[in-house]
């Protein structure tokens, strides 16, 4: 919570209050746009996702089998690279208004009207094709879990298709749908990327501009302390939604949902509309991108894209092992000590996650750059020697974030794998003269390798993507595959950040894949 709580205090105690200067300039258009595109980004990933979930779950057509996964692939494509891919799409010098050009004989952007490319539109389009599939799993599974019987008793009852899904199957998944589109609404609100390469600006973009570009730390802490607001009235939002709903099951094994065949055109129209949302989000970027990098082969063998590679994996791996470790360490430990207090702090251990990339970054660069000053100074009065900014000159603030932020991904892994095990196990364990650190070794672990990998490559993931945090607490001259991408992307150099892209992509799929090896149910 260290981070949390310095934003606050150096929002609250700023060296150069500009809270009202922002209040009269620049704050209302940053909530206005925030605002927008998190209501854009909702409705859309909750109406594409739900929509999606109820046709894969109800229903067979053609492909669905194969759909029913590939729905989930735009979860590897960071909505980044979605957005040069789409700009770089329909832009003037494009395929598409090309192609429109030599069709129809035009010889300049005067002789016709294109839709506005890089524009607040075509954020909420690029964001919602990405995060779409936050939905699309919950209400998969909510639908999946559902009893068979309330919708045979609905069919009885005269409800056609519509009706049941408006009247029995919706209002069932409501919980999980709403919270679905309440993280993909968080991860809007904590996007850099996306908005700012279309010239939209947020609230995480004012974070920036404040502080590189005006210089004020304390009024991006201001900014910062107002992105948490927002999430916070998120979070609340989904739990006021869900305050005084229950939905209960029955104890008996219910019939599982029989999927009714769709045959002739309304069966290719469930396929068309379930193929729309992975084409715009996974098959565009992966094309565009894909061409790039075959057109320009050299960008394969550049020494920036190697020691960038090197600096992904090497804090990638660092920050995944070190919040692994410390989540089974305080998982375990929590249950060992069958105390109250511990068992009340550790879910506080997960509220990084919750707070946007750069309001970490604002967090924790600023305390850290002072401790680092004070250790150089009272190194240099002890000895002599000037030892450098040790923590902020390295990458030790960029792991440091990496763990705040992706905590909760291991926190969770960790807690639902030593849930599974039977308290039996590790009893007999003791009982035969092991420790607790020997019964961890030699119980818990072996049982729950699985889990520590996928926990593991979970965060190595997610740590390869981030994007705001990492360009803000980077030392100088240091670059990651995000920061590559983003910088040669902005420079309207796609050749070049081609590889890069195709790097972070191959890596997003191997979660996606994880992912739907554990969540997606054989089909019926």
Known sequence: MAPILAVLWIALHPSENIWPHLLATTLPRYLANTAVLCLGVGVMSAAVGAGAAWLISMYRFPFSGVLEWLLLLPLAIPAYVGAYALVDFLDYSGPVQGALREAFGWTSARDYWFPQVRSRAAAVLVLGASLYPYVYLLARTAFREQPGGSYEVARALGAGPFGL????????????????????????????????????????????????????????????????????????????????ARYYQSARQPRPI?????????????????????????????????????ANPEGWFGPGLVRALGNTLMVGALAATLT??????????????????????????????????????????????????????????????????????????????????????????ADTAFGRISPSLPMAARSLGRTAGGALRAVYLPLMRGTVGSALLLVFVDCVKELPATMLLRP?????????????????NLGDAAPAALLVMAVGLAAVALLARANLAPRD
């Open 165 to 244: 899904f408006w009247r029995v199957g919706l209002p069932l998944a409501r919980p999980a749908i709403v919270a679905g589109a309440a993280i993909a609404m968080m991860e809007t609100v904590a996007d850099f990327g996306v908005v700012d390469y279309f010239g939209v600006q947020t609230l995480t973009t004012g974070i920036f501009t404040t502080w590189l570009e005006a210089g004020n730390a304390g009024g991006a802490a201001q900014i910062a302390g107002v992105i948490l607001a927002v999430v916070v009235a998120l979070l609340a939002l989904e739990k006021i939604g869900r305050r005084n």
């Open 324 to 413: 692994v470790l410390g989540a089974m360490f305080m998982v375990y430990g929590v249950r060992l000590s069958g105390r109250r207090l511990p068992r009340l702090l550790l879910p506080l251990t997960t509220i990084g996650y919750a707070a946007p990339g750069a309001v970490l970054a604002v967090g924790i660069l600023i305390p850290l750059a002072a401790l680092d000053h004070r250790l150089a100074d009272g190194w240099l009065a002890l000895t002599g020697t000037d030892p450098g900014l040790i923590l902020t000159g390295s990458a030790a603030a960029v792991v440091l974030a990496y763990i705040v932020r992706f905590f909760a991904i291991a926190e969770g892994a």
């Open 476 to 492: 100088f001259n240091y670059e990651t595959l995000a920061t590559r991408v983003h910088e040669k992307a902005s420079l309207e």
């Open 258 to 294: 029989i999927r009714h065949r769709l045959n002739g055109a309304a069966g290719w129209a469930a396929t068309a509309l379930c193929a729309a949302p992975f084409a715009l989000g996974f098959v565009l970027p992966v094309a565009v991108i894909g061409s790039h990098a075959a």
